[in-house]
């Protein structure tokens, strides 16, 4: 009997420390705001389901995306993201990309303190068994 299998089992996805910006940003924006890195990553945590969706999607088209995604979005003085883009990637996947940025541009944080905050956020996407994913099992 042959099943596929899609697993977040056979995905890791691990998201590192958020890293806070402050003072001047770009041109005009200026980000003076403070959230605790722990709230930070706790709301990207409770949407990390969202990130591994856009994974799991593009899995589809390229069973050997893997790499590094650094995103960077401002969070506006109300908690919503008003800005989010790809700071870094190794995946050379603009639909994964553009999928990231519009999921973050989504998401809504506690209100910061200050003013505007800047978050540039890591994520490392790996597959750990690439076969397994729309593939088939023997069982």
């Known amino acids: 009997m042959t099943k596929k299998i899609l697993t977040i089992a056979a995905l890791t996805l691990l998201s590192y420390g958020s890293f806070i910006k402050r003072g001047q940003a770009a041109e005009d924006t200026a980000a003076k705001g403070m959230i605790p890195k722990d709230l930070i990553r706790g709301v990207i945590q409770q949407h990390i389901g969202e990130v591994k969706q ?74 750990s068994n690439p076969a397994l994913l729309g593939g088939v099992d023997k069982k």
Do not use: M
């Open 54 to 127: 856009c994974y799991l999607g593009q899995l589809q088209e390229n069973k050997d995306l893997a790499g590094r995604v650094l995103v960077y979005f401002i969070i506006g003085t109300d908690g919503k993201v008003t800005e989010s883009h790809i700071q870094e990637s190794s995946l050379n996947s603009p639909a994964f990309e553009k999928c990231i940025t519009d999921t973050v541009r989504s998401w809504l944080f506690p209100k910061p303190q200050g003013g505007k905050v800047e978050v540039s956020y890591p994520f490392v996407f790996a597959s």
